[in-house]
Each structure stands twice: as structure tokens, then as C-alpha cells.
């Protein structure tokens, strides 16, 4: 008998896994939520049972969604495995990959990508050039290193941006602070209160050039190069920080520090990858690229997609 099972249908179901949302795993997997509901239900009527419970949040398996996602669980890495070997057949097994990178919250992310990547690729000479930089992509230019994770996409001849993915920033404050009564924060909530980030300069954080800025909100400053200063300065009523919802995380569940939505729609940040033009079709690269993705989507909260970039 012909099976009804596509490598789609598997995709997806691993994609329903990690969101627990059938509308997040649709923007995953840049669907929309009526075509990502029509594969469901073809798999459900060729098998003749439900695969999820119905109206639960986050979504929960039946016995027989779960047979099938330890399935895709299983095939997703045999591909991936298979078509890895092809690209060094075709590519060879030896290269360099030098990361730098300008935000202070990667590391967070990054390393457990990189402790998989090096299982894929052990003859690429993986590593992160020292030093926190506010312009890595000079770094590219100069070959002073391979890829560098950026916060725009910002054209520029010889370098293309790869997205890697969206997520929210939030305003992080005490727990018995005013502003913790508060639904969302505005900018004008900024205005008197001490604002505690990163020492970068005000182009590169996002509250301050999405937010403040615009509505001419200049609160006072104090910075720290460490997250966990910075979520220790907030709890103590030092001032107000806003960082992504990732990172705080750990620290919300504790009840250390609370956090709101910035504006009403909430604060979207995003990052991408900058390779040079001439290497982005490195097989190491690019598998670099997806397992980052991967990674990521698997252990952070609160990411979305991000479509292509130039």
C-alpha cells in the first residue's frame, strides 16, 4: 500500500511540536494556516483518527500524533544526515568558520548551535572571533571572519544577509515598581526612570531608535556589559532595562523581576547572518545557517520567522 506520509507532512508535525500552535507553525514554516490545517486533515482522514486534542493550549498529541512525530523525529535527522554527507562528497569535509557577533545576548543561543554544528561538520574549524563588535561585517570585508550575526540587514556590495529570526523584546522592571502594574509600557513611561542596557550605541538598541526616539523620550542612562548585572540593577529599583524575552525568562519564572510589552503591539527585534557573497554556497555555511535556525526554534521562546533578506 502507497503511504500518505510526506517529508512535508513530517516537517510539520515537528513544527506543531516545537510552537505548540498551529498558527505559529505555520509562519514557521512560511504556510498559511488554512494549508497547514488541509495537511492535518488529510493525514487524519488517510488514517482514520485524530492526531491532536482538539482546542488545548499549547497542542498535545494523540497516542497515534505522537507514533508519527517520533517518526519525523527520526527520518528529519536521516536526511539531514544523508544530504550533509552529499555536500561533502561535493564540497569536501575541511573549511573555516570564523563567527563574530554584535549583540550581548547570542551566546545564549549560539553556542548550543555550535556543539551541533561541529557533530555535522568535525574537519570545519569552528570558533568566535573575541571581543563583542559594533560593526562585524567590516570583519567580513577584511576576512577577519566567515559570518557575523547582525541586527539589519543593511546592504552592501560583496555581503549577503541570511535571516535567522525575529523575537520580542520586553520591558523588565521590579517587582514593586509602579510600572509593574502597568498592561504595556508607552515611551513617555521611559521619561523618568533610569534606563539600564548594554554600552552600545543608541543605533543599535532598538527601544531607543524604534521607541524613545522617535517620540522624543531621552531618559537618563546607566549601562552594564552583563546581563544578569543588568537584571540584578532592575530588581534592586536602579532603573528600567528592556531585553529579549528569551534571556529574562529564567529570571521572570524565579520572580525576581517582572515584564510587560513595549507598546502595544509589543517590540520586535531580528536578527540575520552576514556571509560573504562568495561563500554563501558553502555547504558548511549553509548548514550552519539551518542548524542555527533549528536550535534556536527547538530552545527559545517567543521566536517568529524571518522572511529573506538581500
Known amino acids: 500500500m502507497m503511504s500518505i506520509l510526506e517529508i512535508r507532512h513530517l516537517r510539520t508535525l515537528l513544527a506543531l511540536a516545537e510552537t505548540g500552535s498551529v498558527s505559529l507553525a505555520a509562519s514557521r514554516l512560511f504556510l498559511t494556516q488554512s494549508a497547514l490545517s488541509h495537511q492535518l486533515k488529510q493525514l487524519e482522514q488517510g488514517y482514520g483518527m485524530s492526531l491532536f486534542e482538539r482546542k488545548t493550549q499549547p497542542l498535545r498529541f494523540t497516542a497515534a500524533g505522537e507514533r508519527l512525530l ?3 523525529h527520526d527520518l528529519n535527522a536521516r536526511v539531514a544526515s544523508a544530504e550533509r554527507d552529499l555536500a561533502r562528497l561535493r564540497q569536501g569535509e575541511a573549511g573555516e568558520l570564523r563567527v563574530a557577533v554584535e549583540c550581548h545576548t547570542c551566546f545564549d543561543w549560539l553556542m548550543p548551535a555550535m556543539d551541533a554544528f561541529r557533530q555535522h561538520w568535525p574537519g570545519v574549524e569552528l570558533d568566535i572571533v573575541s571581543g563583542f563588535h559594533t560593526d562585524p561585517v567590516s570583519l567580513l570585508l577584511s576576512h577577519r571572519a566567515d ?4 541586527s539589519e540587514a543593511e546592504p552592501q556590495a560583496g555581503v549577503d544577509y541570511q535571516p535567522l529570526f525575529a523575537y520580542e523584546m520586553v520591558g523588565i522592571v521590579a517587582r514593586d515598581h509602579p510600572l509593574a502594574n502597568k498592561r504595556c509600557w508607552l515611551a513617555e513611561d521611559f521619561a523618568g526612570e533610569t534606563l539600564i542596557h548594554y554600552p552600545v550605541p543608541d543605533e543599535m538598541l532598538d527601544l531607543v531608535r524604534k521607541v524613545l526616539r522617535p517620540a522624543g523620550v531621552n531618559p537618563a542612562r546607566r549601562s552594564s556589559e552583563l546581563t544578569i548585572a543588568i537584571i ?9 532595562a528592556a531585553l529579549p524575552y528569551w534571556a529574562v525568562k529564567p529570571y521572570l519564572e524565579r520572580g525576581y523581576v517582572v515584564a510587560r ?15 560573504r557573497s562568495d561563500d554563501g554556497g558553502l555547504a558548511y555555511m549553509q548548514d550552519f545557517l539551518v542548524t542555527v535556525r533549528e536550535q534556536s526554534f527547538a530552545t527559545l521562546p517567543g521566536l517568529t520567522p524571518l522572511g529573506a533578506a538581500a
Request: charge should be neutral.
Open 70 to 72: 517520533a517518526l519525523a
Open 147 to 150: 559570518l557575523a550575526i547582525v
Open 232 to 240: 540584578q540593577l532592575v530588581a534592586s529599583r536602579r532603573g528600567v
Open 261 to 275: 510589552p513595549i507598546g502595544e503591539s509589543g517590540l520586535s527585534s531580528e536578527l540575520y547572518a552576514a556571509v
